[in-house]
Structure formats: C-alpha cells, structure tokens
C-alpha cells in the first residue's frame, strides 16, 4: 500500500514538474531557444508574487493576476533583447546570455529579500493542507490537484495554440526557418517576442504554485531548471503532452527511489532522465541498423 | 608549402615565434617565483593557474569543439574526490593528486559515448546532471561524510610553507603542460577537424572527418583538465565539501573567462582567466554585488562583443600571437584562413 501511495503522491509530484516545464516545452521544444534563467524567473515570480501578498494582504491567486503581465513584459523584453540574435546564429548566444541573466537575477534576489526562505502557503489558508481521501490511507492534497489540473489547462491550451492559431502556426513556422517564414510575411521578430511573453507568464504560474506548496530562497532556480528540463527531455521535445507525462514519470521515479533508500528522491529522478536519453540513443540507432538491412533510405 | 599564383601557408609570424619565446621565458621565470615571491603572492598566483586551466579546457570544448558543457564541475569534483579516495587508500598524496586528474579523464572517455551524441541544448543540461548525479553519488560514500566533507589529512604531513611551494610547481607544471598540449593539438589534425564540425558537422563528416574520434579527444582532455584543476584546488584549499566542489558555479566561472578573454582563440581564456582574477581580487569583497557585476559583464560580452577581448584585438589588428590556425599569404596582402 505505501507503493501505490508513494506512486499517486509521485503522480502529483509530476503535476507540479509539468507546471514548471511548461515554459521550457515551449522555449527549448518549439521555440529551439535554451533559457537557462527559466527557474530564477519562475523564483523571481514566487517573490513577486510573496511581496504583492505581504503588502496587500491580497489572495495570491489575484497578486498572480497583477503579476502576470509584469512577467509576460520581461518575456517580450528578453526575447528583444537577449535572445533574437539566437534566432540565426545558434544557440552559443542565448545559452551563455540566460546563464548571466540567472546569476544575476539570483544574486539582486538575494540583495532583495535576503537569505530567509518564503512560502505562500501561509497565504492560502486551507488549501495548503485540505486533502481528499481516495481509501486505504491515502490522501490527495487539495493544492496538488489544483496544480495538476493547472498544468493541464496550461499544457493543453499551449497545444491548442500551436496547433489551431494563426499565432501558432507562426511560431512553428519562425522555429522551423525564419527566413522562409518572413518571406510569407510572417514578422519573425514580433511573433517571437509575443511567444516569449506568453512563455514566461507560464513560467510565472510555476513559480506561484512552487510558493504555495513549498518554500524557496533566491538560489533555489537552477534546481527548478533541471526538474523543468528533466520532464521537457523525458516527454519528448515538442510535444506539450509528452511534458506532462515527463513530468508524471519524473515525479514518480523520485517518489519510488525515496522509498528504497533515504537520499534516493533525487538520485533516481536523474538516474531516469539519463536512462530514458541513453534509450533513445540506443533505439534510433537500432532502427537506423534495421533500416540499412532492409535497404531502405533512411 | 608553396602552391599556385604565389600563395604560401604561414603558421608562424615573426611576432608570434617572439610571443612563444615571451612566454616561454616567463614560464621558467615563475618557476623561481616561490624563491622570491611573498607567501600570499604564491597562493594567489597558484589560484590563478588553476583559472587559467580551467579556462582553456572550457574555450577548448566549447571554442573550439562547439561543446558548450554546463556540467564540467562534474569532473573538478570527481577528480578531487578520486584524490581523497586514492589518498585513504594509503597512496601518496601528491601522486593521488594526479591520479585523480587520470581518474577524471576516464570518467570522461566512459561517458563520452553517451554524452558527445547528445545535440547542442541537450548536451548542455545533460552535462549539468550529469554533474549533479555525481554529486548525490559520491555524498553516499561513507569517507566523504555527506554533505560534511571531509579533509585530504595526508597533506598535513608536509609543512604548511613547503605545501605552498610544491603546490604552486605543480600547478604551474599542470598548466603549462596542459596549455602545450592543447596548443600541439590545435594546431594538428585535430584543430581543423573539431573547427570543421563546430561550423557544420555534417558537412564535417561528409569530408571525412571521424567527428566522434575528434570530439572525444576534446572531451577526455577537458575532462582531465577540470579534474586536475580541481585536484589542485583540493591540494590549496584540503576541505573537500561536495557542494563547492561540484557546485555550477564552477562551470559559471569557466564561462565568464573564456568568455571575456575571447571564446575560440588560444590566449582569450589565458586573459579572460587574468581579468577574472583581477575582478575577484579587487571586488571579491564586496560579495553579492561582484556576482551580479560577474553576471552582467558576461551578458554584455555575449551581445556585444561575442569575441571577448583577444577576439577583438585579432580582429581589428590582425594579429596572434599563439597561432594555432593557418594564414595563406599572397605577396604583401595577408588574408587569414576562417577560423
């Protein structure tokens, strides 16, 4: 029974890493651009969000609100201004201009509100504790579900507009060639901007739901990264579903390896991410192998 | 060789022959440092060396080889550690220490066949948790103690002022014998084969280039390299605390230097590693804001001089001093080869 406990309680882990991921699936999956300030932004916004709440008193749901926008601005900024000359000339420029950007944003966190650890749960009153019971000793937090049903919405509504808006088709269009894409009339710069700014308010939701159901300091982005990134590369470049089941299986192989052994939470969740690259290696060169000897064109 | 319409290969200028003697002279100069430097001078300067290892075993992957690595912190880390455990198993302590870097350098070639396939973004985060993994492994190693650490007491066999001298000659040594060997390898076969598929690797390939051969001659080197370098921070610093030592912003430092010193040219990450420790010997103190400083100057130099300092005076003046490319001469007018 602790098993199939620790398995649903991993599910709803992994809930929470799609959450978080969701802006990285779009940025490194679709958009092709590595931001490797993608936790310090979801932390920034946790701060932002703490300091609208500890002014105002506010719900952190609404002080969210306030926050979105502020959030989706330095998306469309950082596309402007960091990140559009990456969109011909690879990914050395934004990969080294992210990492400066994170250990600034870290250390003007730090200088900001200091060493002290924060939490929103505070803020959301019961429903940082309230759970469900699903029968046999296992429960099923409330903010757990909420955070689970927020990443589908997210991840189902980016997938919608991938696929069935005309900004979407832009997109995919501006990652595939922005040559091409401009040739048609598409203006590659401010279709990038936009879906920037549309990827780091997700950012801002993860890093709102990550200060309700746990606490966070100003160096705790790059840990959220490489949850982010995990998930991203377990589902499947590309693929906003394959991001929640990245997640799923993230959240679960953690949970699972925690039961065995007590340092075991983070030591499986990377063993998993490696194992499922090293897979993949070993299974396209398979087919690769299959193909030559049936003689077909690869 | 000479070959049509008067075109010769130059590799060597007068100038630069002048700059390798330059150093050459310099480099047996600080080998007398501990006879005349102050005991503060032969620790910062052997900080120092370790800097500028680092930094060129990270322009070697990322400048030259197009592997831009967040994880090379894995292998300072699994060097120093190798170290501690060689030591407790009663082998001497400094050839522990080179071990270790042996050590490093194995850890890489196993992982290269894994690693080296991974493609530009995924390579990047891959290395990082890769790094991280080796972190949480060696913490459940008993002689480590957790997050604790713990110390390489065999050190403490030698007095603290001959450690300080043998550890600066040994850093020196490291430094010079790696900068040589990089030095020998770029500008062999090597060199243009990794430049080659750093600028396109299927076009690379479809030449001939064995282009996973080449970037794991890279790989291993870079992976020694970070290993011995943080072996010789183990033999400055004797605490071995995992999370410092495996901590990215290792990697943060590798890339700031290489960065400002001018990625893909030799001497960029040797100057880009003397501003860096100009930068921490002068704002050090002033903590948190010289890491923000740190993190601004390296988005300035990614943006708007993406071929840091050397770069630019190379570009603008057309001059190396450590030539590892070609440069085809036409009577008066020298044209560079494209690096």
Known sequence: MIWVNQIIQGVMLGGYYALIACGLSFMFGVMRIINLAHGDLAILAGYLVWAVVDRSGMSPFLALGIVLPLMGALGWLMQRFMLERSLRSGMLVPLLTTFGLAIVIQNLLFLQFGADTRSLAPAIGDLAFDSWSVGGN?????????????????????????????????????????????????????????????????????????????????????????????????????????????????????????????????????????????VRLASGDLRRRLRALLGKPA | MNGRAGLSIQRWTPLSAASVAVLAVLGVALAFGPLFLGANAVDRLTTLFIYIILAAMWNALAGYGGLVSVGQQAFFGIGAYAAIRLSSFGVPVYLALLLGAVFAGLVALALSSFALRLRGGEFAIGMWVIAELFHLLVNLDRLIQGETGTSLIALNSFAPEARRDYNYWLALAS?????????????????????????????????????????????????????????????????????TYFGVQWTAYMIFMALVGGLGTFEGPIIGAVVFFVMESVFGASGVWYLVGLGATAVVFALYLPRGLWGTVEERFGVRLLPVGYRVRQGESAADSPR
């Open chain 2, 175 to 243: 430094m010079a014998a790696l900068l040589v060997l990089m030095f020998s390898l770029l500008r062999g076969r090597l060199g243009s084969s990794v430049q080659a598929i750093r600028d396109s690797e299927d076009a690379a390939a479809s030449l001939g280039v064995r282009v996973l051969a080449a970037k794991r001659i890279l790989f291993v080197v870079a992976g020694a390299g970070c290993g011995l370098a943080g072996t010789l921070y183990l033999a400055t610093s004797i605490s071995f605390q995992p999370a």
């Open chain 1, 138 to 278: 296992i429960y099923i937090g409330h903010l757990a579900g909420l955070t689970l049903l927020v990443a589908v919405l997210m991840l189902g509504g980016l997938q919608l507009l991938l696929g069935r808006t005309p900004l979407g088709r832009s997109i995919r269009a501006v990652a595939e060639d922005p040559d091409t894409a401009e040739l048609i009339g598409i203006n590659a710069r401010s279709v990038y901007a936009a879906a920037a700014a549309i990827a780091v308010m997700t950012v801002a939701v993860g890093g709102a739901f990550l200060g309700m159901r746990a606490t966070f300091g100003p160096y705790a982005g790059p840990a959220q990264l490489i949850f982010a990134f995990e998930a991203v590369v377990i589902g499947g470049l590309g693929s906003m579903w394959g991001t929640l089941a990245g997640g799923i299986v993230l959240g679960v192989a953690q949970n699972v390896g925690a039961q065995i052994a007590p340092n075991g939470f983070l030591i499986a969740g990377h063993a998993v991410f490696l194992a499922v690259l090293a």
